[in-house]
Each structure stands twice: as structure tokens, then as C-alpha cells.
């Protein structure tokens, strides 16, 4: 062991001078020894081989992981002790924070939440589920701001992590919570099909539901409302959970049924009658498509608490069919967080300024004028549009200090994501680390740091990561580097021969891989743009080529290929570059189905409501990226909506 520990120290003097001009560094001559030997070591679970990895490299820059390795294996039975020790003596480091966090996530599993207790300080950047075990530490702990805070979990139906699901369960011995507050919970809880937990939320509010009866009425919902009694609030109960199945297998026989299940109903009953059926109706359009009845069951709930989920659900209902009230209201119901979203001010704007008033419009305009100044996101876009304003900034293009790149030298943070990246360590080790080091750099406002960061990682072709650095600083800012722009005369050549605007093919690239070349998505889509196997054997075959898996991995081909195909899509959905951009994210036969029946439909109203969060999602990122190339590209002042034309009816190709 100490022969090796010279040879290193020997390669270390060697290519120290070198390392401030990113070169050779010390650091990664240890870890490339090393780091993978001690994670095969780790993955076998061969602890003793650890203990020496963790002696010869205590002074690398990797050199917590084996220690790290060793806590992380049946981490719910060591001691909080050990955690809070290598917390410590690695402060605020990317394997500390996750250690603590998944500590207490394995204490609350097993209900010890005394042991977590201790470990809480070293969370400072949980997920949602471990936002929930904290929560339930705090909570046992007797912290009872936490109801507060997690009203949202309390109240949500869609899938959640089971620490919140713990959480929710918590909170019922909660004496802060009203009954209001529960009575909400138990019927957005029977709207879902949710049983189990309906049955205790119920018990909370000294209500006894039978299992075997929602079961029953489980079975054959529709048969059970054509004759459902209605005397009590049990029955009410009942009826919700019977509403919340018959919308969720035949919606339109459940929209049918409400009129003659409200008579005789107390107020809030009706309420929740028509609440079920509205959400239920707007969250699977995906199944029934869009429905005006849907919008008006929201609009007769109105006067009961929203959650948050219902909430936006019930606000892209009213943007689809341009119901601007509906809108108001609906965003007047969601929380103060939530309201204060730049989607949500947008369409506030929006449906203010359809409004008669002088008053209204003033405050549409107010709104516009806070979102247009302060980014350069989406909606800020949208924003400045409806201002008369043309995107046309002289994108920065600021560069790193010499003393920001000795600091980015000097980071640990980033001296660990460098070190992992050169010796070709899982991604999952190298996001961490450098998602953890861009994290620490914005605390801190370090914007020269972060522009030091997203200049080597883009000399080094690491554009995703580029990316993710230069995305991030606050008033300094590299277009270039944030908009990357490799291949480009690929790009640009391969797009004008297909009749697709190359600002626009750089925008869906940017989305679909950020620029790995070898990016694999969980369904297959392979390359810089994605491309799905059977999509490129399409292309290959209108093209006249012969088919090869392999040459998707070539930048030329994958692009040739994308961007015959985006023009495929363009032609097939009325040459609507909206339409198609969600046709290459969720399919075209799925764009075209979202298009209007009837008459035609603003982009932003068509893109906000598109049922699918990722694709919708999809479609605001990649016409804002388009944006950014069309001035990067020296295609003059940028106008996002003149990227967003009108959407025709279906009938209209």
C-alpha cells in the first residue's frame, strides 16, 4: 500500500503545475486508480477492501466515497452518530446531503423517528419524499407548522411518494386541521377510488363507511347511483365514491347523472358532487378528449375549497375553452405559492385584459410589463408580446474571470464532478457532484464561478452540463454558452434542405438531449434528437437508405434524420410548428387529436392545455429555445408567438 501511495504522490508533483490550465490533475491520477476499483468493491460488498480504499485515498478529492459507501450499506441500523460525523467533516458536501436525507427517509420506514431526529440539520435539499420523512420527523417531534406547510400533500389524490402517504396518515391526529379541512380530504380521497384511506379520514370525522360497501359499489358504480339513498352524510359519502367511479369508466353517463343526484343535496354535497365528476372529467382527457361539461361542473363547484391539483386543473379546463372568468376564478382559489407562478400570472394577465374595464386592463398590463422584466423564460416571452415588445437583446456574452477559473480549480464541488467525468464513473456520481457544485455556486450568487464551470465543461464538450451551469446564473450571463450550438453546420444544412427552420430544430434538440450524443431515453429514442428505432426505419425507408441501428450514434445521420422527420410531422399537422413540436414529443396522431373541433384556438391556450405535463412542458421549452437560436442564429428581433400560429379545427389540413 505504501508503494502505491508514493508512485502516487510521484504522479501528483508531476502534473500538478498543469492542473490550473485543466489539463492533468492530481486528483484524477488517484481516482483513476482507485474510485472503480473501491465501487466494484462496494457493489460486492467486500467492506474490508473498502476500509483500505478508504485509508490510501483519504486525500483525494473522491476519497469520501468508500466511507461513504460503507455507511450507505444497511444505513437505517447505523448509528446518527456516523451520519452526522461524515457530515461534518465533509459540510456541505453532495454525499453528505444525500446520506443524511436518505438516512431519515430509512428511520421514518421504520417509524424510528428519534433516531432521524439528530440528522435533520444535514437535509438541506430533500426530493419530495424526503421532504415528507423530514416532515414526519418534525411532526412527531411536536413541530406543528408542518400541518401548515404540507397542506398540499394532505390534500393531494395523485400518485405520491409513500412517505407522504405516511405523512397524510400523520397528519389526521393533527387537531389543527378543521373539519372543513377533512371533509375536503374524504371527498377528494372517495373521488379517487382511494379506499383504505378515505375510511380513516372519514373515522377522523366520527363517520363509519363500510369496506365492503364501497367495494361493492366499486363493481357496478353506475347501477348503485340510479338508486342511491341520500339521508345521510354516509349516503352522501357513498354517492361521491360512486360518482368517482362511473366518470373514470363512462364520464358522459356520470355527467348525465348529476342533475337528478344534486336535488335534495345539502349545498356543500352538491359542490362535491359536481367537484368529482369536473376533475375526474378534466384529468382524462387523454381518454375522453375535451368537453365543455366538464368546465361547467368546475364552475358549479366553485364555492368549496380548491386544492392545489384541482385548482389547475380546473384553470387549463377554463384556458381551453377560453373561459376567461372560469380562469380568474380558478386561479383566485389556488394557494398564494401557487398563484404566484409565472404560468399562472400570465394567464391572470390574459383573461384580466378580455375584461371591459379600464381597471382590469391596467392590471393585465402591470402584470405583463413584472413578467417581461424578469426573465426570459416562456411566459416572459409571452408577456413581452402582448406588450409589443420583440425579444431582440444583445445576448451576453460574458466570460470568466482568470481568478473565476482558479476558483473553479480551487471548488471541491466541481474538482469531484471533474475527477468523475474524466475517469468515466457512473452518470449517476457525475450529475450528482455537479448538479450539487452549480447548486452550491448559486447560493452563494457566484456567477463568475458558474461561467467559469460552463466555459470548461463546453471546451470539453460536456454541453448538458454546460447547460445546466450557465442556465443558472443571476446577472451575468453566456448565451453561448447556455445555447450551445455544436454541429452546426450539420444543423443548419440539413434543416434548410428539409424546409425546417434551423432555430427551431436547434430548439427540439436542446429539449430531447442537450447535446449527448449517446443520450438513451427509458423507451428507446436514441441520439441527439431522439429518435425512436421504428421512427428512423420510417425515415430510412422514405429516404431510399437501408436501415442501420448503429448509424443513429453518428451527430450527422441522427440529424439528418430528425429533421427529415420534424419536417415529416410539419407537413402531416397543417405545417404548425406548435402542433408539430408536440407531435414529435407524444406522437402526431395525439397532436392532431388535441387540435379544436370547431373553431380555431389560440398556441398558448392549445399548448397550456395539453393533457400530458411532460409534452406540454415540451412544447413551452422548445419554442423558447427557438427563440434564443433565432437571435443566436442572426435571425433578427424574436417574437415567440410568431413561432405560435393559430391552431386550426381538425377538419382544416
Partial sequence: MLKQQLHQYKKTITCLSSFLL?????????????????????????????????????????????????????????????ITSFAQRYPQSAMAEKLAADYVEEKVKIADFSGAQSVLAYVTNPDQAESCAVAQVRAKSGDSLVYAEFKDVWLATNSQPESCNGLGRLMLSSPLLTTQDRQQRLYAQLRAGQSGQALATAQSLGITLSLAQLNQIQANPVSYLWSAPKNNVQDYAYIVFALGRAADTDLNTALQSIP????????????????????????????????????????????????????????????????WESIIRAIDSMSVTQKQEDRWQYWLARASEQRSDRQSKQAAQDIFKRLAMSGDDYHNLLARDHLGQRYNAALDREQPSERDLQKLAQDIHFRRAFALRDINAPAAYTNREWNWAVRQAYLKHDDGLLLAAAKR?????????????????????????????????????????????????YGLMRQESRFVTAARSHVGAGGLMQIMPDTAKQVAKQMGETYNPAALSDPNTNIRYGTYYLSMIQGQLSSNPVLATAGYNAGPNRAKRWQPDYQVLSADQYTESIPLSETRDYVKNVMTNAAHYGILLGQGPQAIESRMPTIPTRNIQ
Fill in 22 to 82: 485543466f489539463g492533468c490533475s492530481p486528483f484524477t491520477q488517484a481516482a483513476e486508480e482507485q474510485f472503480n476499483d473501491a465501487l466494484r468493491a462496494a457493489n460486492s460488498g467486500n467492506t474490508a477492501l473498502l476500509d483500505e480504499y478508504q485509508v490510501a485515498m483519504q486525500n483525494d478529492a473522491l476519497g469520501y466515497y468508500p466511507e461513504y459507501w460503507k455507511l450507505n450499506n444497511n444505513l437505517a441500523f447505523q448509528s446518527a452518530s456516523a
Fill in 457 to 505: 465543461a463546453t471546451d470539453l464538450g460536456w454541453y448538458d452540463r454546460a447547460i445546466y451551469a450557465a442556465d443558472r446564473t443571476m446577472t451575468k450571463h453566456n448565451y453561448a454558452y447556455r445555447y450551445a450550438m455544436p454541429h452546426q453546420g450539420t444543423v443548419v444544412n440539413h434543416s434548410r434542405n428539409v424546409g425546417v427552420d434551423p432555430a427551431w430544430a
Fill in 260 to 323: 337528478r343526484l344534486v336535488q335534495d343535496a345539502p349545498v356543500d354535497v352538491q359542490k362535491y358532487m359536481y367537484r368529482t365528476v369536473a376533475y375526474i372529467g378534466g384529468t382524462t382527457v387523454m381518454k375522453n378528449n375535451f368537453n365543455r361539461e366538464v368546465l361547467n361542473n368546475f364552475d358549479a363547484s366553485y364555492g368549496i375549497p380548491f386544492s392545489a391539483e384541482e385548482a389547475e386543473v380546473y384553470a387549463r379546463q377554463a384556458i381551453r375553452f377560453g373561459a
